[in-house]
């Protein structure tokens, strides 16, 4: 059975940082790109970040240096590191699995991040 795994979310100040993370089980985790995907109300989901599995990441043009997504092929978790977190980065946070030869893709629940004074 294929699971993925939020958990790290929270309510944060502007300026702020937390760290997601996303522990998976019942799929080759090292044959997948690993992704964080977020989705506000209202608005379309969209790419956070991804990253291979061997390491190479790329991220969404609003992120501008401000997250750093990471794997731990040994513990079949990926993270995200936000810094300076800002109102607009509010939203769910979705984990994303995407087999690297193929179509199959798996979706974690999510986990809410809210970035409030």
């Known amino acids: 059975q294929v699971q993925l795994v939020e958990s790290g979310g929270g309510l944060v100040q502007p300026g702020g940082s937390l760290r997601l993370s996303c522990a998976t089980s019942g799929f080759t985790f090292s044959s997948y790109f690993m992704g964080w995907f977020r989705q506000a109300p209202g608005q379309q989901r969209e790419l956070v970040a991804a990253?291979?599995?061997?390491?190479?990441?790329n991220y969404g043009d609003f992120v501008k240096g401000r997250f750093t997504i990471s794997r731990d092929n040994a513990k079949n978790t990926v993270y995200l590191q936000m810094n300076s977190l800002k109102p607009d980065d509010t939203a769910v946070y979705y984990c994303h699995a995407q087999w690297s030869l193929g179509r199959e893709n798996y979706w974690g629940q999510g986990t809410q991040v809210t970035v409030s004074s």
């Open positions: 990253i291979t599995s061997g390491g190479s990441a």
